[in-house]
């Protein structure tokens, strides 16, 4: 059995093999890591109101939202939040939270004295900061509905039913069973 001995590398083998090197790790010093000083493509998914996507016919009040933010990038957290909440998309003429330095995605109440009116409509909107300063865009308009509050909000209601006569009492309180023996018993109310 021959054993070859290995030989060196040549000089020139040796100069593509560092310049390889420097040049794999100066593509690996441009690609990000981490969150750290790279922009974070921030995004906003799975908007929810109540836990529920589009909710009808809600209460109006405790109202509570949430989100799901997303970046393609490692180590990205949410350091603040801005809600908006119009009757149109893009309207604030109910609510605008102002930045509120918070990392809370879930279960984000809307401000108990902002009264709601009834069987209407309602528009929302959040966007986030991370924690190097960039802002996502708006978040896709989520929407809610408020139900009938009160009972006067169900006056003049014109409701489904059918026709509908008062029962005989009678009929229901005197009668005659004859059960299978034959014998007969009466009742009467």
């Given at each position: 059995m021959c054993i070859k001995p290995i030989s060196p590398l040549s000089i020139l083998q040796q100069h593509a093999i560092g310049w390889l090197a420097l040049f794999g790790f100066s593509l690996l010093a441009l690609c990000p890591?981490?969150?750290?000083?790279?922009?974070?493509?921030?995004?906003?998914?799975?908007?929810?109101?109540?836990?529920?996507?589009?909710?009808?016919?809600?209460?109006?009040?405790?109202?509570?939202?949430?989100?799901?933010?997303?970046?393609?990038?490692?180590?990205?957290?949410?350091?603040?939040?801005?809600?908006?909440?119009?009757?149109?998309?893009?309207?604030q003429d109910i609510w605008d939270s102002g930045e509120i330095a918070s990392a809370r995605q879930v279960d984000v109440t809307l401000p108990s004295n902002i009264q709601l009116a009834p069987a209407t409509r309602y528009y929302w909107q959040v966007k986030i900061r991370d924690g190097n300063g960039q802002a996502s865009d708006?978040?896709?308009?989520?929407?809610?509905?408020?139900?009938?509050?009160?009972?006067?909000?169900?006056?003049?209601?014109?409701?489904?039913?059918?026709?509908?006569?008062?029962?005989?009492?009678?009929?229901?309180?005197?009668?005659?069973?004859?059960?299978?023996?034959?014998?007969?018993?009466?009742?009467?109310?």
């Open positions: 890591v981490s969150a750290q000083g790279t922009p974070s493509s921030l995004a906003i998914e799975r908007t929810a109101t109540n836990g529920q996507v589009n909710p009808l016919g809600i209460p109006a009040g405790n109202i509570s939202f949430s989100w799901a933010a997303t970046s393609p990038n490692r180590g990205v957290i949410q350091q603040a939040y801005q809600i908006r909440v119009g009757t149109g998309v893009g309207l708006w978040s896709e308009a989520a929407w809610f509905e408020t139900g009938l509050l009160t009972e006067s909000d169900w006056a003049g209601a014109d409701w489904i039913t059918r026709p509908v006569q008062s029962p005989n009492i009678a009929d229901w309180t005197n009668g005659q069973l004859t059960p299978k023996d034959g014998n007969k018993v009466k009742f009467t109310g």
